[in-house]
């Protein structure tokens, strides 16, 4: 059974960009787009680049090394070089709070209280 982990305040991640949380013992890169926020893995399927420090453009978000793109809502790869998708996470904002879902086996310790 997955567990929801507190990242931080929503208005940490402005419309438009993504920020990096560490959560769980995973490297998430959190956006906020016009579909709302979303969480992928932040590590390049292709060379393990740091995907919250690239670019994001709309849905997409480029990884800084080599200009691979993966759409942030489902962590498919969608421009070379990368092939391979990332993990994508889903996202709830509860009371100006972030929250993620996670999967037990990272061990996440701060989980939302109350409903599910």
Do not use: Y
């Amino acid at each position: 059974m997955a567990e929801w982990v507190k990242l931080g305040p929503a208005d940490a991640v402005p419309l438009g960009q993504a920020k990096v949380f560490q959560a769980g013992g995973c490297r998430l890169a959190v956006a906020r787009t016009a579909s709302g926020f979303h969480a992928i893995e932040d590590t390049c399927t292709h060379d393990g680049g740091p995907l919250g420090e690239g670019e994001l453009d709309g849905e997409l978000i480029e990884c800084p090394r080599h200009g691979a793109r993966f759409d942030m809502r489902t962590g498919t790869a969608v421009v070379l070089p990368a092939i391979l998708p990332v993990q994508a996470f889903p996202v709830r904002e509860t009371n100006g709070e972030l929250f993620v879902e996670l999967p037990d086996s990272t061990g996440a310790k701060t989980k939302e209280k109350g409903t599910r």
